[in-house]
């Protein structure tokens, strides 16, 4: 999940439109990327889950749309700060989403678990065996609890009137979503 698919690349703010400040572009622009995730849009989790080619899960009778939509279950976010200085702007984001540490611990539980009686599934198929790994890994992901990402810090570069954020933006939130 190294790439997140967030349209911020593509994304450019007319500095103080309307009468605004800076600071409420980049906040709106902030607000309407994340809501995007928040209110899990079906045109964002598509994007995510074909970035990310989701479609491996299938094998184990796991739909890549359904589990990017359990994932970001409870998804939300917090804007702590945005500073802008000239022609850079930096804004501090924390989100909290499902903990990706707690997915993979309770992951590793289930299959210590279902792995402890290894005659179990000695008298499965192999199509059998696929659909219960399935089994484990979204029982496991609906399981986890929410936890806080570490701050992020998106930086901004105002070019031509536009705010724009840095290349690494989908990036550095793509690893907060997956280090939490």
């Known amino acids: 999940m190294a790439v997140l698919a967030l349209s911020f690349g593509m994304v450019s703010l007319s500095g103080c439109a309307g009468g605004q400040t800076d600071e409420d572009v980049i906040r709106a622009s902030l607000t309407s990327e994340l809501d995007s995730i928040k209110n899990i849009d079906d045109a964002f989790v ?23 939509k359990s994932y970001l279950d409870g998804f939300n976010y917090a804007i702590d700060s945005i500073t802008v200085d000239g022609d850079t702007a930096t804004a501090q984001i924390t989100l909290t989403c ?15 678990e279902i792995t402890a009686d290894p005659d179990s599934l000695a008298a499965l198929s ?3 065996i696929n659909q219960r790994i399935g089994e484990i890994v979204i029982g496991s992901l609906n399981g986890v609890e929410l936890a806080a990402t570490q701050p992020i810090t998106i930086n901004y570069t105002k070019v031509d009137d536009t705010w724009e954020p840095a290349s690494s933006t989908s990036g550095d939130i793509a690893a907060a979503l997956m280090t939490n």
């Not at 598509?46 to 990017?68: A, C, H, K, P, R």
């Not at 499902?98 to 210590?112: D, I, N």
């Open 98 to 112: 499902k903990s990706y540490t707690g997915y993979q611990a309770a992951l590793e539980q289930a299959v210590q």
């Open 46 to 68: 598509s994007e995510f889950n074909e970035s990310i080619n989701m479609s491996q899960l299938s094998v184990y009778g796991i739909d890549g749309t359904e589990f990017m």
């Open 126 to 128: 192999s199509d059998e």
